[in-house]
């Protein structure tokens, strides 16, 4: 999958339509929608495009820096000229602040007061060393024993999970993959580079969508499934506890 499919199928994941993903990174809607058809001709140069991508990325909970070094693989070395009021929503004013004459009254009002605490600190010194020396001169007061604390168990009781799901995914080459629970909470969600390894566990099931399944290994509760598809197919597949079943 290209880095624009790989946006605009996480946009979409995610429930954001483009405005809404417009108004949370500042990007305007005709470079969003370029973007995820890959064309950077509107960011208007390298700089920008990486920026657009790492907002973008965050965003939609993608791995900033990995969708970075993709494009620097694939476009890093185009030119644009630089267009930044066509590419960022001119909405927040900037303020400019006057600088200020020091204050000497309010730093002698502070000094003066530092002056009176010293003091009051050194009066209250002196009578608490009076008082200690008053109570050594008194009879002691014996202590009670202290008692001994309950001994704490050596071991705790451990309780096995039935259907916990165990699931290690290696990436062969740079993928994408998207990582859900059985509730559909996103576990995982990102470019994964060539030699990355991740494991995930979950109770009952585990989903994972592929961008390039033929790129990924799969070891499900320690059996090794190898590739969940072919190279440059995009698959989903649930995984449960036992025996491992893909589908």
Not at 15 to 26: F, I
Not at 54 to 83: C, F, H, T
Not at 163 to 186: E, F, H, P, Q, Y
Not at 221 to 234: I, V
Request: proline content about 6%; overall charge positive.
């Amino acid at each position: 999958m290209s880095i624009g499919a790989i946006l605009a199928e996480a946009r979409q994941q995610s429930g954001l339509s483009v405005a809404e993903l417009s108004e949370r990174t500042r990007i305007r809607e005709a470079v969003i929608n370029a973007v995820e058809r890959d064309d950077y001709s509107v960011c208007g140069g390298d700089f920008y495009a990486r920026g657009h991508l790492r907002s973008m990325a965050k965003e939609l909970n993608l791995d900033p820096e990995a969708i970075v070094r993709e494009y620097n693989d694939s476009y890093g070395g185009l030119q644009v000229p630089v267009r930044a009021s066509e590419m960022f929503k001119g909405d927040t004013p900037i303020k400019l602040y006057e600088r200020r004459t020091p204050n000497w009254t309010m730093a002698m009002a502070i000094a003066l007061g530092i002056a009176m605490v010293f003091g009051l600190v050194r009066i209250m010194g002196s009578q608490s060393s009076q008082t200690q020396t008053a109570a050594k001169a008194g009879a002691a007061i014996p202590k009670a024993p202290a008692k001994p604390a309950p001994a704490l168990p050596l071991t705790r009781p451990v309780t096995a999970v039935a259907d916990l799901v165990t699931v290690k995914i290696s990436a062969t080459s740079a993928a994408w993959v998207n990582v859900r629970d059985v509730k559909g909470k996103i576990l995982y969600q990102g470019m994964m580079a060539s030699g990355d390894s991740e494991t995930f566990k979950a109770r009952k099931k585990i989903k994972m969508t592929f961008g390039d399944a033929g790129a990924m290994r799969v070891v499900v509760n320690g059996k090794d499934l190898g590739a969940p598809g072919r190279s440059g197919q995009t698959v989903r597949r649930t995984y449960g506890p036992g025996v491992p079943r893909p589908r």
